[in-house]
């Protein structure tokens, strides 16, 4: 079954940063797209960032553009997200994604989630 | 406000059929695959739907998709009262070269 545990959120104050990881197993995990996509309390989800499956191609959200950086260690089995300059409305639920398939990008299977707080 | 429109509630009774809508425009919807997911309370978001009516394995056949135009519409018969969720569409967006979603239905089974 596909797994996809994220880790790294927690209590940021505003204009720090954090790094959240994705590790993923049972699935060739060079082969398929990631996302990240977050849900504020009590809000819907948005899009956040994808990376492409050998790491060259990616897109952001403009609300995060310049701040934040996805990548992967398709070694590892790993995403991550680096987020820097947060603020107060970054607040949210960060799900890691998979693609469908390797053939279809949309955002298919999720994770758990992280909970990322930015609050003095 | 998001780009793609979806109604916020809908409320049904438990055997009904109860359709529900997604309103985007030709940079998504228009020539991109839908995709929508269902949210139980308190859980992560899973997928119901892919590329506008393709069932992964496991999603019961009473949950149907469709498209046309602009706009999709997931539709769910025989409801039951575990299908009480928040449910998403989604789709690609080429202008804002992102993925989009709508703002979410909430389904209460009556």
């Known amino acids: 079954e596909v797994q996809l545990v994220e880790s790294g959120g927690g209590l940021v104050q505003p204009g720090g940063s954090l790094r959240l990881s994705c590790a993923a197993s049972a699935f060739t995990f060079s082969s398929y797209w990631m996302y990240w996509v977050r849900q504020a309390p009590g809000k819907g989800l948005v899009w956040v960032s994808r990376i492409s499956s050998d790491g060259i191609s990616t897109n952001y959200a403009d609300s995060v553009k310049g701040r934040f950086t996805i990548s992967r260690d398709n070694a590892k089995n790993t995403v991550y997200l680096q987020m820097n300059s947060l603020r107060a409305e970054d607040t949210a639920v960060y799900y890691c994604?998979?693609?469908?398939?390797?053939?279809?990008?949309?955002?298919?299977?999720w994770g758990q989630g992280t909970l990322v707080t930015v609050s003095s | 406000q998001s780009v793609l429109t979806q109604p916020p509630s809908a409320s049904w009774t438990p055997g009904q059929r109860v359709t529900i809508s997604c309103s985007g425009s030709s940079s998504n919807i228009g020539t991109n695959n839908v995709y929508w997911y269902q949210q139980l309370p308190g859980t992560a978001p899973k997928l119901l739907i892919y590329s506008n009516n393709r069932r992964p394995s496991g999603v019961p056949d009473r949950f149907s998709g469709s498209k046309s135009g602009t706009s999709a519409s997931l539709a769910i018969s025989g409801l039951r009262s575990e299908d009480e969720a928040d449910y998403y569409c989604a789709a690609w967006d080429d202008s804002l070269s992102g993925v989009v979603f709508g703002g979410g239905t909430k389904l209460t089974v009556l």
């Open positions: 994604a998979r693609a469908v398939d390797p053939g279809i990008r949309g955002v298919g299977y």
